[in-house]
């Protein structure tokens, strides 16, 4: 961890169907101030209403989902007015990856593993949609 004094409280959910990196970036994302909640990987429509009734100020969302689409996920989100920073967390990093989750509705693309470091720099302040 860097030395910058993290943004206090902010409200994460984490979609992943790999519960260990899940459970870690929640802890990390804990460990900095922040409060985050691992959702259940069950159908889109339902992550989609838990991220709502949430309203956090970031999601982060694997885009690969056990047979779920999470780029469908976010065009969910932005169709019923989500306004929450989303975050594509994926193993899928060539440019037409990124272009597919922009398009979807995803403000950031990053891929796996994630970094301590840049996700610390990224939650240091709040987030801001473009």
Known sequence: MGGSVPWQGGRTVIVDDNMTAATMLADFLRLIGHDSE??????????????????PDVAFLD???AGL???????????RGCTSHLIAITGFGDPDDFERSRRAGFDEHWTKPLDVERIERFMAAPPRRA
């Open 38 to 55: 691992v959702l259940p990987v069950t159908s889109v429509q339902d992550i989609a209403a838990n991220i709502l009734r949430r309203a």
């Open 63 to 65: 885009i690969s989902l």
């Open 69 to 79: 689409d999470g780029c469908e996920i976010a065009g969910l989100l932005r169709a």
